[in-house]
């Protein structure tokens, strides 16, 4: 099994940055491909952003791609969404997840998820 903790979401005014992490623990030792995914209340949830397992592949979103960086840091099993130029239409819960197949924008495609962390971005 595999636990992921995201980080790094709150409140934020309109135009700033914030970074969120997606900290691995459990069965680190199988590489995954990462993906960030957001969600409003009733709506679907939104891919973002992938990462494949060594890091030197990304995929995003046209919404994002000029916005948000997805990155990753091996060593300490953790990946990042660094997000600048923050609108609030960006408000949402942001979640990582963890698959074996890259890219993948579809959620029922990837095996583990996080519990989310809650970004506002203020107007």
């Known amino acids: 099994q595999l636990q992921l903790a995201e980080s790094g979401g709150g409140l934020v005014q309109a135009g700033g940055s914030l970074r969120l992490s997606c900290a691995a623990s459990?069965?680190?030792?199988?590489?995954?491909?990462m993906g960030w995914f957001r969600q409003v209340p009733g709506k679907e949830r939104e891919f973002l952003a992938a990462i494949n397992s060594n890091g030197e592949s990304t995929h995003y979103a046209d919404s994002v791609k000029d916005r948000f960086t997805i990155s990753r840091e091996s060593a300490k099993n953790t990946v990042y969404l660094q997000m600048k130029s923050l609108k609030p239409e960006d408000t949402a819960a942001y979640s990582c997840?963890?698959?074996?197949?890259?890219?993948?924008?579809?959620?029922?495609?990837?095996?583990?998820w996080g519990q989310g962390t809650q970004v506002t971005v203020s107007s």
């Open positions: 997840a963890a698959g074996r197949i890259y890219p993948v924008v579809r959620t029922d495609l990837y095996d583990y």
């Open positions: 459990g069965r680190t030792n199988n590489i995954y491909a």
